[in-house]
């Protein structure tokens, strides 16, 4: 099946530093990316839509200037964190949908971000 | 508002013993139903896709079904290795939408 990468699988950052996540897909293209957030025992909430060539769709609720999304090419979309603090400490999942009829989506392996 | 939950919550069995796991969904436009595993500090695990009422998937001690208003996954003699978090997800409406998750179901299986 399709594989999509995600860099890096742990981050343990300073308060009030960036971070950079990287998501790519390895075998396909995907014009749309997703990334979620995933806190302890709770489902996977979608932050924003990653949309190659344009600028990324966010949920309500999410800081665009804090969660910076880039989607440069057709297999790699990056989220930087900025300015990180404590309560951005989360597991960072992105995903793409593959180019077909199907809605099926392929997962990275996730970011645990902790931050100090 | 488009809503998926999950039941129950944790579940633990002990081996060799089935049961199943319960998703229910409220959604406009239903597109798909997908079922994941997903393992401590681990991203989504894809499963099954299920388009329409009466659709069944199996995998190896996994099976998947489908009603117009919930699905289960029967899971059959699990082993310990079957231990995880099942989440569903649906795809609705509009082709390239985000999924929305259910908050998943963790199974505890014991030798």
């Known amino acids: 099946g399709a594989v999509v990468s995600q860099h890096p699988s742990r981050v343990i950052c300073k308060s009030g530093t960036s971070v950079k996540i990287e998501c790519r897909s390895l075998?396909?293209?995907?014009?749309?990316m997703f990334w979620y957030r995933q806190f302890p025992k709770q489902s996977l909430m979608l932050m924003a839509t990653?949309?190659?060539?344009?600028?990324?769709?966010?949920e309500q609720g999410v800081e665009k200037d804090k969660f910076l999304i880039n989607h440069a090419s057709l297999t790699l979309s990056t989220l930087t964190v900025t300015s990180a603090h404590p309560e951005d400490s989360s597991f960072y999942i992105c995903s793409a949908p593959t180019l077909t009829a199907s809605p099926e989506a392929f997962f990275g392996q996730g970011t645990r971000l902790t931050v100090v | 508002e488009d809503q998926v939950t999950q039941s129950p919550e944790a579940l633990r069995l002990q081996e060799g013993e089935s049961s199943s796991l319960n998703c229910s969904y409220t959604?406009?436009?239903?597109?798909?139903l997908f079922w994941y595993r997903q393992d401590p500090g681990k991203g989504p695990e894809f499963l099954f896709t299920?388009?329409?009422a009466g659709e069944e998937k199996e995998k190896e001690r996994l099976k998947a079904t489908l009603t117009k208003k919930e699905s289960f996954l029967h899971i059959t003699a699990p082993k310990p290795e079957d231990s995880a978090t099942y989440l569903c997800?649906?795809?609705?409406?509009?082709?390239?939408?985000?999924?929305?998750f259910g908050k998943g179901t963790t199974l505890s299986v014991s030798s």
């Open positions: 299920l388009y329409s």
């Open positions: 997800a649906v795809a609705v409406n509009q082709a390239g939408t985000a999924l929305i």
């Open positions: 959604v406009s436009g239903l597109r798909g």
């Open positions: 075998d396909f293209q995907a014009t749309t």
């Open positions: 990653s949309n190659e060539g344009s600028k990324a769709t966010y």
